[in-house]
């Protein structure tokens, strides 16, 4: 399912699931994401280079195949402008991973409001609540996240790329 969305500024974009043709656009977007907010990602920009395309072809598949949710917002041109994913975690349920807005589409367009509203309605569809884990030193996201309702749960648990850092538990009744 796509929808098209309007920017703010008349521009348009499009969120949908990703399907295991966009490998190539899953690899770039992730290669990005890693080199624009390194603490955000549990992997590091070093691995991520090191795998194999039958890698990046897996994680494009992997939605398809485990029930869990992979978005794309794609702008006019066809350029990959976000991106972020949910799964079902056996001890949480729904939770909220790898988000993701360029730098020149944050903040401004809606784009990750649309595409959270998309993961919210499949977190309903599973459960009451959609958690999320993020970095204490990320404080753009924290702040995205609690302007859309999320609230810290009080759980912390050490970022495992980074001694000494911790990461932040918040959650959100959907």
Known sequence: MSSNTPYADQMEFT????????????????LEMLRDTPIAYLETLASALAEPDATWQVRAARPALDGSLRLAAIDGSGRWI????????????????????????????????????????WARERGTTLRLSV?????????????????????????????GGLELEMIKRV
């Open 82 to 121: 976000g991106t972020l994913g949910g799964f079902l975690d056996r001890h949480h349920g729904a939770t909220l991973v790898s988000v993701y807005v360029t730098p020149r589409a944050r903040g401004r367009h809606g784009i990750f409001d649309a595409m959270l509203d998309r993961v919210e309605d």
């Open 135 to 163: 970095h204490e030193d990320n404080r753009r996201a924290i702040a995205a996240y609690v302007k859309r309702g999320f609230v810290e749960t009080g759980q912390w648990v050490p970022y495992p790329l980074e001694p």
């Open 15 to 30: 969120v949908r699931t990703v399907v295991e043709d966009d490998w190539r656009e899953v690899k770039a977007l992730r």
